[in-house]
């Protein structure tokens, strides 16, 4: 981890599937695969980092943090392109933000605002 705290996002990777090899706790697994989606974000590699934190999902359902960030990815995924398709990346966004804060009502103010604020909060 002091790896990635400093920046060192190559040895990092390394580290994570060392782990990934040895650990055999899926609730383990799992934030090792989230911590790799991190790093991936952090290098602008945003369909690897979705990949990523599927896959933490898929052992862990309880990432909040997971789904804020696949939200996020989602939401700035929209640079250019017609209106159609950002509308699709934002409803999807807005399903995971919904997702996160079922799981933690208390946290992501700003997605909770953003969702009221266009119509996507339920």
Not at 82 to 108: C, H, M, R
């Amino acid at each position: 981890m002091s790896a990635q705290s400093e920046g060192n996002y190559a040895e990092a990777l390394q580290n994570y599937y060392e782990a990934m090899r040895l650990e055999i706790d899926p609730y383990d697994r799992s934030y090792i695969l989230y911590n790799i989606g991190l790093i991936h974000t952090s290098n602008g590699e945003h369909t690897k980092a979705l990949e990523y934190y599927f896959r933490a999902l898929e052992r862990n359902p309880f990432l909040p943090q997971a789904l804020n960030n696949m939200a996020v990815i989602c939401h700035y995924a929209i640079r250019q392109g017609d209106s159609e398709v950002a509308e699709s990346w934002f409803n999807q966004a807005a399903e995971y933000w919904k997702q996160a804060i079922a799981l933690t009502p208390g946290n992501y103010i700003a997605a909770q605002n953003w969702l009221k604020i266009t119509g996507r909060f339920e």
